[in-house]
């Protein structure tokens, strides 16, 4: 997909990753909604600030009718609640699934006859490292995560006759809010993981592989699984 007349519509596009991807796509020459909860924190140059909670169905509705000449989603909120699924609070579990699961469900549902009412375009998934490699204390995380990967693979398939291309980047940390307690040599610019996510939806990649992390990560994917206890 070319990217210089696209418009885009990116969620979370406040703060972190959301914002480099919406300030390189105007530099691109796309036009850029730049969707958060609190638009007036928007502060990307030249992008058109839209208000969109992704747990918020009415917003999501809302934007999808403001946004109506969209050609490309990027369904980039999430959150990271730290909860364990067994020890961990249940609502913490809850809320993680809502916003990187149902939240991208729900914008993709919104988005995908606007974006086939424009001709066709794509839609980017913001997964992780995670999505593969499950760890108990990301437990409900990694939970969202993984059940992303199968939302991405199974909307590819059925948006992919009504001309709506749909990739997945993987990545493990970035340099953003999210990850501001893990030490900085285990993390990665989010400015150049933007740019490889632009880059793998210019030249239709159903899975970008964002960083030395998540390449291991898929290629572990056949190993055997950690022996049971006893
Ligand atoms: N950082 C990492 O190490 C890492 C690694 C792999 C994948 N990821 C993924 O990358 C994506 C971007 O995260 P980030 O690293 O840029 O984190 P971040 O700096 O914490 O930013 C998260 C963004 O998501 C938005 N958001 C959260 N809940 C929302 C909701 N209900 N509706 C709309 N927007 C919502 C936040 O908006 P507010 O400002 O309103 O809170 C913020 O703009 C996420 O999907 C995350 O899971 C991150």
Not at 37 to 60: F, K, Q
Not at 205 to 221: C, F, G, H, M, N
């Amino acid at each position: 997909m070319e990217l210089k007349n696209a418009v885009a519509v990116v969620t979370g596009a406040n703060r972190g990753l959301g914002r480099h991807l919406a300030a390189q796509l105007g530099e691109r020459g796309a036009k850029v909604y730049a969707a958060a909860r609190r638009p007036e924190t928007v502060d990307v140059p030249g992008a058109i600030p839209l208000r969109l909670d992704v747990t918020d169905e009415a917003s999501i509705r809302e934007a999808a009718r403001i946004a109506s000449d969209a050609t490309l989603l990027i369904n980039n909120a999430g959150i990271s609640t730290g909860a364990t699924l067994i020890g961990g609070d249940l609502d913490a579990v809850r809320r993680e699934m809502e916003t990187n699961f149902y939240g991208p469900l729900a914008a993709t549902r919104a988005f995908a006859p606007v974006i086939e009412g424009n001709g066709g375009g794509a839609v980017l998934n913001v997964l992780s490292a995670l999505s593969w490699f499950h760890p108990a204390g990301l437990g409900s995380y990694a939970a969202s995560k993984a059940a992303a990967w199968a939302l991405s693979d199974a909307t590819r398939e059925e948006l992919a006759p009504r001309g709506i291309a749909v990739s997945a980047l993987h990545v493990g940390y970035m340099d953003t809010d999210m990850a501001a307690d893990v030490p900085a040599d285990q993390k990665v610019a989010a400015t150049d993981v933007a740019a490889q996510a632009l880059h793998g939806i210019e030249t239709g990649q159903p899975e970008i592989l964002a960083d030395e992390t998540s390449r291991y990560v898929k290629q572990s994917l056949s190993a055997a699984p950690q022996p049971n206890a006893g």
